[in-house]
Nanobody, 124 residues
């Protein structure tokens, strides 16, 4: 199994930036996708971004396009998400996730591994 640990969350003013990190340990896959989801109070878990580990193809939700950038660093088994121009609507718990396969899937129920989450709060 794979263990995922997020870090980098915090409190930031609107317009500011944060970089989230997700460190993976344990069993790795030759073909898998890693991504970020978020969940605000009273709302369902929402897909934000994903990246294929080997190929580096990236995918973004409309809410993230142009503001968030997902990347990977193989040597550290780590995925990052740089978040710029943050808005109060970005406030949520952000979760790192992973699933075997080639394609990303926006349905959170179809992802196999999850981190504990890191809180991002954006003040107005």
């Amino acid at each position: 199994q794979v263990q995922l640990v997020e870090s980098g969350g915090g409190l930031v003013q609107a317009g500011g930036s944060l970089r989230l990190s997700c460190a993976a340990s344990g069993r790795t896959f030759s073909n898998y996708v890693m991504g970020w989801f978020r969940q605000a109070p009273g709302k369902e878990r929402e897909f934000v971004a994903a990246i294929s580990w080997s190929g580096g193809s990236t995918y973004y939700a409309d809410s993230a396009k142009g503001r968030f950038t997902i990347s990977r660093e193989h040597a550290k088994n780590t995925v990052y998400m740089q978040m710029n121009s943050l808005k109060p609507g970005d406030t949520a718990v952000y979760y790192c996730a992973a699933r075997g396969g080639i394609y990303y899937i926006i349905d959170a129920d179809q992802w196999n591994y999850w981190g504990q989450g890191t809180q991002v709060t954006v003040s107005s």
